[in-house]
């Protein structure tokens, strides 16, 4: 046997460790109940590892949907000390972001995204803000645009609704006290400046 065989067939159980030490896998299924996400993964055909740990950045978390792909890390190259440390969804990855955006995104279409301009927040459903000291909008221009219904109170008390009838641009302004709900009849307003599309 040549001195190399000898030295190769020596390290074979260390290039082993080295080449199992970072993979690739499927995730099968997501256990968020503890202190740490656990999930079940397949990283080899027919290797299949239950509830391994996933690291997460302090600050963000998520529970991604099973079918997605892992970047695994093998410590030592055991697969008996398997930690997931990357999960990637190639069917709702947000595409087409300028250089230096930054965006927070799920499989919903809801979006948190800070653009170079300016930041947006799009949501098909509802977007709730709720302090419980002061909330305080502040800026050069602020503006508040609704397309249906426009409400606003203080405890409770003495709500104001504006409500959109169609038409040419009417709207019917009416407000609470107590129990009664007054109002005055449709009235004109001018057509509110619009903010440009969601991208």
């Not at 065989?5 to 080295?18: C, G, K």
């Not at 950045?57 to 930690?83: K, V």
Request: proline share 5%.
């Amino acid at each position: 046997m040549s001195e190399l065989s000898a030295l190769s067939r020596i390290l074979r159980p260390v290039t082993n460790r080295i080449q199992l030490m970072v993979g690739r896998a499927l995730l099968k299924l997501v256990d968020d109940s503890g202190q740490v996400q656990r999930q079940q993964i397949a990283l080899l055909e027919g290797e299949l590892h239950a509830l391994i740990e996933r690291m997460q950045n302090y600050g963000f978390a998520f529970h991604p949907h099973p079918g997605q792909e892992c970047i695994t890390l093998s410590l030592g190259g055991s697969r008996d000390h398997t930690i997931v440390i990357c999960v990637n969804d190639r069917l709702y990855r947000l595409k087409g972001l300028a250089e230096g955006e930054v965006a927070v995104y799920d499989d919903l279409d809801q979006v948190v995204y800070l653009m170079r301009d300016r930041i947006k927040m799009f949501s098909p459903m509802n977007i709730e803000i709720r302090a419980e000291n002061e909330l305080r909008l502040s800026g050069k221009n602020v503006r508040v645009h609704a397309d249906e219904v426009l409400d606003w109170d203080v405890h409770g008390y003495g709500p104001q609704r504006l409500t959109w009838t169609g038409g040419a641009s009417f709207t019917t302004e009416s407000w609470t006290t107590g129990a009664i709900v007054t109002g005055i009849p449709d009235h004109g307003f001018s057509p509110p400046e619009i903010e440009r599309p969601w991208p």
